[in-house]
């Protein structure tokens, strides 16, 4: 596998005449069939390197989360009139069983589970994991015309291939990906039209990202969502923040084995690529397709307002350790940011994760 995939790259470089663009070049590395990260059957997620994953998300650190999240899908279910989930990006399952069951526990049972995951190999560990609540629970590989009930996205959006913009003597190119002399991957730039959306200051080199097609699946979302609700949840910033002076090196980042580094170039497909969101483009993106947005605040603010101090009373010193990472400031709590989006018109109720300390304003 490890020899397999940089192959086909390089293939696909020299089919497009010795250059790709970055977000073909981090398309094929996470998501060419059988062979890019989350296409083939390593194990991804994990509390630590010994079980051979590279990473942990929040569901998989303490069933909290979901049960948080849980009580504001409940609202939106009850607000709306739906009853059923779509979860994009379902990972090992652990949200979604979380959600179900306490949903179940709320008197919110649902008719319907749908989850939409492109990796073969993590919707077999779905269907494990889920193997109990299989009489709602279904997978999709094509999205209706119409979707109906509420969409959650739990580090979805930071997976989606982003094109990479480079300043270099004042001159803006975009960066992309070649083959030296060995036939080794390399950077390398080409001059360009495109500009970040947020005007840079300065002259001095900088690198960054824009998110297209992240602001499409937005755009896509809203044309399917008829009635209901979306809660992405991802770490990110707002735009002012994002495209700051001061990160002239971008966020793109890689993780394998609980390591981070910033060079996607090496053991491409034996490691994540990823890079923070852009959540003003998110939220322009939905508005311009007809979405309002009905929230956006922090990860810690946001489970806080879903009760996760009640949730966790009960709790045993380990879950309460964990609960602490969901919620500090220098652990996920404010590095994650959550947005509320939902079919334009006005909802007419006001979603509870947002109901203190909301942000709309600083998007």
């Known amino acids: 596998m490890s020899d397999e995939l940089p192959g086909i790259i390089r293939h696909r470089i020299r089919e497009a005449g010795g250059w790709l663009p970055f977000d073909r070049f981090m398309a094929l590395a996470l998501y060419e069939p059988g062979l890019g990260y989350y296409a083939n059957a390593a194990p991804k997620f994990g509390q630590m390197p010994d079980s051979g994953s590279d990473f942990v998300t929040a569901p998989e650190l303490t069933p909290l989360f979901g049960q948080a999240l849980a009580r504001q899908v409940a609202q939106a279910l009850a607000a709306t009139g739906t009853d059923t989930v779509w979860e994009f990006g379902a990972g090992t399952g652990a949200l979604a069983l979380q959600v179900i069951d306490a949903l179940a526990a709320l008197g919110q049972p649902l008719r319907r589970y749908t989850i939409v995951d492109l990796s073969g190999s993590l919707r077999e560990r779905q269907r494990t994991t889920l193997a109990q609540h299989a009489g709602i629970v279904q997978w999709a590989d094509v999205l209706p015309d119409r979707?109906?009930?509420?969409?959650?996205?739990?580090?979805?959006?930071?997976?989606?291939?982003?094109?990479?913009?480079?300043?270099?003597?004042?001159?803006?190119?975009?960066?992309g990906v070649a083959l030296d002399a060995a036939g080794a991957f390399v950077w390398a730039d080409r001059a360009t039209e495109l500009r970040p959306p947020f005007e840079v200051d300065g002259a001095h080199d900088y690198v960054t990202e824009i998110h297209p097609q992240a602001e499409a699946f937005v755009r896509t979302l809203a044309d399917r969502l008829r009635r209901g609700a979306a809660f992405l949840i991802d770490y990110g910033f707002p735009e002012a923040e994002y495209y700051h002076p001061q990160r002239s090196m971008g966020t793109l980042v890689c993780h394998r084995a609980h390591r981070s580094?910033?060079?996607?170039?090496?053991?491409?497909?034996?490691?994540?690529?990823?890079?923070?969101?852009?959540?003003?483009?998110?939220?322009?993106?939905?508005?311009?397709?007809?979405?309002?947005?009905?929230?956006?605040?922090?990860?810690?603010?946001?489970?806080?307002?879903?009760?996760?101090?009640?949730?966790?009373?009960?709790?045993?010193?380990?879950?309460?350790?964990?609960?602490?990472?969901?919620?500090?400031?220098?652990?996920?709590?404010?590095?994650?940011?959550?947005?509320?989006?939902?079919?334009?018109?006005?909802?007419?109720?006001?979603?509870?994760?947002?109901?203190?300390?909301?942000?709309?304003?600083?998007?």
Request: charged share 20%; hydrophobic share 45%.
């Open 261 to 363: 580094d910033s060079n996607p170039l090496v053991e491409v497909g034996q490691k994540d690529i990823t890079a923070h969101v852009n959540f003003t483009g998110v939220a322009l993106a939905a508005q311009e397709a007809g979405m309002d947005v009905a929230g956006y605040t922090s990860q810690g603010r946001f489970l806080l307002n879903c009760g996760l101090i009640d949730l966790a009373k009960d709790a045993d010193a380990r879950q309460n350790a964990m609960m602490q990472k969901l919620v500090n400031e220098h652990e996920m709590g404010e590095l994650f940011k959550v947005i509320a989006l939902v079919p334009g018109g006005g909802s007419g109720w006001a979603p509870i994760g947002f109901a203190a300390g909301d942000r709309t304003h600083r998007l």
């Open 147 to 175: 979707i109906e009930g509420v969409v959650l996205g739990n580090e979805v959006l930071d997976a989606m291939p982003v094109q990479l913009l480079a300043r270099t003597g004042a001159v803006w190119h975009e960066r």
